[in-house]
């Protein structure tokens, strides 16, 4: 640690990073005693609205921030198109509830009643189905058609065609289905706006339903993605690619098979919080793909692109500063993004590999 | 005799899909319109049912000619029988959905709820108004015959590639006419360079007079990307940093040149020329600011928290928190205008103006590429250890390549903003910073004739489409991923590059020793 210290070479940057540091912490810490003992402006009640929110959020952002992950771990580009996949997975739940509420439930069911709300279950397991294999189409097309034959190109040349993607998916989505905002059919067990109320403080705060059943379910996701990528053959082979791709040929792996795999697990992922995202919030259109993209891809480098834990802990992360972050430093809710990127600005300073990311060798930077 | 079949078939599967999307996007409608106004045979907005099959022959044509393609050189009646095979697999494909939303429209349903383009009159059109069974076998059978006659068209003149032949030869020809005795004789001959730039001056002088201001207009608009793009191609291009915030800086730019000039909401009334100086200077600060801590970064993380920048900048305008200094989303108006003699600006002398800019951009950045530092920038693009190891400053260089280029990127913003006369914080979204890097990648990394080309494709040409208005974005976004398979290294690649390019029937390296 000493030698270090003393090897230390003070350059410009790096008294502009340890300025930047001490400033800070010191407004950190300041703002921080403010919150908890000066002006008292938001009860116990409003933090834990902040925290139910952030919660459901940044599951949906680490959903898709593993998809990042995932291809950046094997192909080391940035699949810039990945947010578009999550937006048409969107759309396919959406078109699967509509057709589930036209269609008439058989008598026995009740009276009245169409498919989705007598056997909501299954019409949600469908819907994201639905929604998941959509996603996880595209992302296998894009790959064949739009990345496959750049393989060894420059760093730039594909993420330049995965931008041209992006354009594309975007414009067509608008073309084909119109511009104008959609509002997602939820079934009435998880309607929108009811939930659990929880007293917190003396006050009351709703737990939407939407809000929690996103929640676990992205839980969930991320928990069967982590088995299978530590715990089965094709999880074994992913890694064995991303390490080295002609050791794994070597060994008997086929890299373009895992390749296409990985891209359609990325793909399944992106459309399930797709699909989250519209019984969520409700309204959407064809943007709906494009900030949540850069921001999971925020919170992908957040975590240390490459590392699957660091994504899971990256959205996570992200979503909560995004909902408690502006009433933490006492700014504006429209500055929340700002406090994200600064804070990505401020943890690539300090640990420029992320914060759960090793030191990358120089081929895979 | 199975590989043209399977040629013929997935040929057939391609276009059948596009077909499908191209209806399901209103295309055909519009093709046949354009169609109709091209040869003038739309009556009164009636577009004779004709043209839609003019657009169905060409799709056919295309159809063929790919499923020729791919047999290479082959027997006629091979050829013949791969578009045969395409054309009807298309048919059948096309078959299907004229008939299935044909049956639907026609059964009262209400298709365009959910697919806006498939209103009932389109579908009548697409139907030529007939029954969808009639309609759809009429589909199949003028897909299958234009499908056979471009496989046999094909087969007669045996195209291939003869869009990258022809773009290659007519390079190679111009760059062996530069470098034939008399003609560099001549370009070496200081009278004679004087004359050729002499003549090039009085046109580039005559033309924005007799364009009109339409013209200028997207002229303008192009030299302003070009200036961008030059400045970019500093920091992506020469030094290799992937930087995708750049508009950060033409933001910078533009607000300070407004917030100098415009009477609200400071009202400084600065010098015009004096602010120009300020916003280069304040964009280049702004540089340094990004640069400092963050350029020991490298790729993708670069990227991405250049990108967050940009983002930062833009909100922070827009919010409450800076209203008082930028006025928020309502962004400045009457941003200040440059006098010419007691005269305002018009559009010709703004486009005199960056005529002479982009000039004289083009003079500085092809300096600095072959001054030193150029070389050191390019050998940190190449391999940044090697570089440090041979005692470039690769910290300084990096730094000085932002600050350059956030430099160019400031006298564009200034300019942007005193020629439109406002500017507001939605002008400065992150498809501005796409929109240049695609400029300095289309045109060829590192090349400054690539950048002026490249903002004349990117900018330009979607000015000139404006028929197509709805479909722009969506050709271009296709374009760009076409362009980097077909053709990486850019429309006019830098001479001294060292990409490899990656052809398409020899698959790269990396990709023949991983399958081995």
């Not at chain 2, 830098?494 to 990656?502: G, V």
Request: proline share 4%; charged share 10%; aromatic share 10%.
């Amino acid at each position: 640690m000493i030698n270090k210290l003393k090897n230390l070479k003070l350059t410009p940057g790096l008294i502009l990073r340890i300025l930047v540091g001490l400033g800070v912490l010191v407004f950190l810490g300041w703002r921080i005693y403010q919150t908890a003992f000066g002006e008292g402006t938001y009860g116990p009640d409003t933090w834990m609205r902040f925290l139910i929110a952030g919660l459901v959020i940044g599951g949906m952002y680490a959903l898709i921030a593993i998809g990042y992950t995932l291809v950046y771990g094997i192909l080391f580009m940035i699949n810039f198109a990945h947010g578009e996949v999550m937006m048409l997975g969107t759309f396919a739940g959406y078109f699967a509830l509509e057709a589930f509420a036209a269609i008439p439930a058989p008598a026995a069911a009740g009276p009245d009643l169409n498919f989705l709300n007598a056997y909501p279950v299954i019409a949600l397991i469908l819907t994201f189905l639905a929604g998941a294999g959509t996603s996880a189409l595209v992302g296998l097309l894009l790959e064949r058609i739009a990345y496959r034959p750049l393989r060894g190109a420059p760093r730039l040349i594909p993420l330049i065609s995965a931008i041209g993607a992006s354009i594309f998916l975007q414009n067509a989505a608008q073309l084909l289905f119109g511009p104008q905002r959609r509002q997602y059919m939820n079934p009435d067990i998880l309607w929108r706006g009811m939930g659990w109320m929880i007293p917190v403080g003396g006050k009351e705060v709703m737990l939407t339903y939407t809000g929690a059943f996103s929640f676990v379910l992205s839980i969930l996701l991320m928990v069967a993605l982590f088995i299978l990528v530590k715990r089965t053959k094709l999880g074994k082979s992913m890694r064995a690619v991303a390490e080295n791709k002609q050791a794994a040929a070597l060994m008997g792996i086929d890299v373009d098979s895992v390749i296409s795999k990985t891209f359609i697990i990325s793909g399944i992922l992106a459309g399930a919080a797709g699909v989250m995202w519209g019984i969520h919030n409700g309204l959407f259109n064809h943007y709906v793909g494009f900030i949540p993209g850069i921001k999971a891809f925020t919170a992908a480098v957040l975590g240390g692109i490459g590392n699957i834990p660091g994504a899971m802990m990256g959205g996570m992360l992200l979503g909560l500063l995004e909902s408690m972050g502006p009433a933490l430093l006492g700014l504006d809710f429209q500055l929340k993004d700002v406090i994200a990127f600064t804070i990505l600005i401020l943890v690539l300073i300090f640990r420029p590999s992320g914060l759960l990311g090793e030191a990358l060798t120089e081929e895979k930077v | 005799m199975k590989t043209i079949l399977k040629n013929g078939l997935r040929a057939g599967i391609t276009f059948g899909i596009v077909f499908i999307f191209l209806l399901l996007i209103g295309f055909i409608n519009v093709g046949s319109t354009m169609i109709g106004d091209i040869l003038g045979t739309n009556v009164q907005d009636q577009v004779p049912v004709n043209n839609l099959l003019i657009t169905l022959a060409i799709l056919g044509l295309f159809t063929g000619i790919t499923a020729k393609s791919g047999c290479g050189e082959c027997k006629w009646w091979m050829a013949l029988l791969g578009g045969l095979t395409a054309g009807l697999v298309s048919g059948i494909l096309a078959w299907l959905a004229i008939w299935i939303t044909g049956t639907l429209s026609v059964g009262g349903a209400e298709l365009q709820t959910y697919l806006p383009n498939l209103d009932p009159e389109d579908m009548a059109f697409l139907r030529f108004y007939s029954t969808p069974s009639a309609a759809a076998n009429t589909y199949l059978i003028y897909l299958s015959l234009s499908s056979l006659a471009g496989a046999g068209l094909a087969w007669l003149l045996s195209f291939k590639n003869w869009f990258s032949r022809g773009w290659d030869t007519a390079k190679t020809k111009v760059s062996s006419w530069f470098e034939d005795k008399n003609v560099s004789d001549v370009i070496h001959n200081p009278w004679a360079t004087a004359v050729i730039l002499a003549i090039v001056g009085v046109a580039l002088y005559f033309l924005p007079l007799t364009w009109g201001s339409y013209w200028n207009y997207i002229m303008g608009t192009v030299a302003i990307y070009i200036l961008l793009g030059l400045g970019l191609n500093i920091i992506v291009g020469y030094s290799g940093q992937l930087v995708l915030g750049y508009v950060a800086f033409f933001a910078t730019g533009a607000y300070t040149f407004a917030l100098l000039t415009a009477p609200t909401p400071h009202g400084i009334g600065l010098n015009l020329w004096l602010a120009v100086g300020a916003s280069v200077v304040v964009s280049t600060l702004t540089g340094l600011l990004l640069g400092l801590p963050i350029l020991n970064l490298r790729g993708d993380y670069l990227a991405i928290v250049t990108l967050g920048f940009g983002e930062i900048i833009r909100i922070l305008i827009k919010s409450d928190l800076l209203t008082d200094i930028t006025n928020g989303p309502k962004g400045v108006t009457n941003v200040g205008q440059p006098n010419w003699f007691g005269e305002v600006f018009n559009d010709v002398n703004y486009m005199h103006l960056l005529m002479l800019l982009v000039l004289i951009g083009l003079f500085i950045a092809k300096r600095l590429k072959d001054s030193g530092t150029g070389r050191a920038w390019i050998a940190i693009r190449e391999d940044q250890t090697v570089a440090q190891a041979t005692g470039i400053n690769t910290y300084g260089s990096k730094i000085l390549a932002l600050l350059l280029g956030a430099a160019f990127a400031g006298l564009a913003g200034a300019l942007f903003a005193s020629r439109n006369q406002f500017t507001g914080p939605e002008d400065f979204t992150l498809m501005v910073s796409i929109n240049v890097l695609c400029i300095v990648i289309v045109g060829g990394m590192g090349s400054l004739p690539g950048v002026v080309i490249g903002a004349f494709v990117l900018k330009g040409l979607p000015e000139l489409l404006r028929e197509l208005e709805d479909y722009r974005l969506l050709v271009f976004g296709a374009l760009l991923v076409v362009m980097m398979i077909v053709r990486p290294e850019g429309l006019w690649p830098a001479a001294s590059t060292h990409f490899k390019q990656p052809s398409k029937k020899q698959p790269s390296e990396a990709a023949v020793e991983v399958k081995q």
